[in-house]
C-alpha cells in the first residue's frame, strides 16, 4: 500500500510563491516505482481538476491554467513529490491533494489548502 502525506499550503498574498510536497510512504513507498504521480486542486464548487503530474520516466504535463507558473518535481532519495507555485492569483486558491497511480489504482492523499489573497 501507499500512504500520501501533503504539506507545505498556507495563506498567500497574489504574486507570491509556495511550494507544496507529497511525503510517500507504505510497502510501495519508492516513488520511482510508482507509474504516475501528480497534484489536482479543488475549489468550492468546483470539480477536481488536474494541476501537474510526473511520470516515472520524468515526463511532466500541466494544467492549461498554471503552465509557465508551476513546477512539478521529485526526489527519489526522498521519496517526496514537490510542486512549486509562482505568480498565485486568486483563482489558484484550492485544496490541493497528491495523486499516485500504483497498479492502476488511484491513491490521494487527504489535502492541504492553498489560499491567495488578493
Known amino acids: 500500500q501507499v500512504q500520501l502525506a501533503e504539506s507545505g499550503g498556507g495563506l498567500v498574498q497574489a504574486g507570491g510563491s509556495l511550494r507544496l510536497s507529497c511525503l510517500v510512504s507504505?510497502?510501495?513507498?519508492?516513488?520511482?516505482?510508482?507509474?504516475?504521480m501528480g497534484w489536482y486542486r479543488q475549489a468550492p464548487g468546483k470539480q477536481r481538476e488536474l494541476v501537474a503530474r510526473?511520470?516515472?520516466?520524468?515526463?511532466?504535463n500541466y494544467g492549461d491554467s498554471v503552465k509557465g507558473r508551476f513546477t512539478i518535481s521529485r526526489d527519489n532519495a526522498k521519496n517526496t513529490v514537490y510542486l512549486q507555485m509562482n505568480s498565485l492569483n486568486s483563482e489558484d486558491t484550492a485544496v490541493y491533494y497528491c495523486n499516485a497511480v500504483v497498479f492502476g489504482i488511484n491513491v490521494w492523499g487527504q489535502g492541504t489548502q492553498v489560499t491567495v489573497s488578493s
Open positions: 510526473i511520470t516515472t520516466g520524468g515526463t511532466t
Open positions: 507504505g510497502s510501495m513507498s519508492r516513488i520511482n516505482r510508482i507509474d504516475v
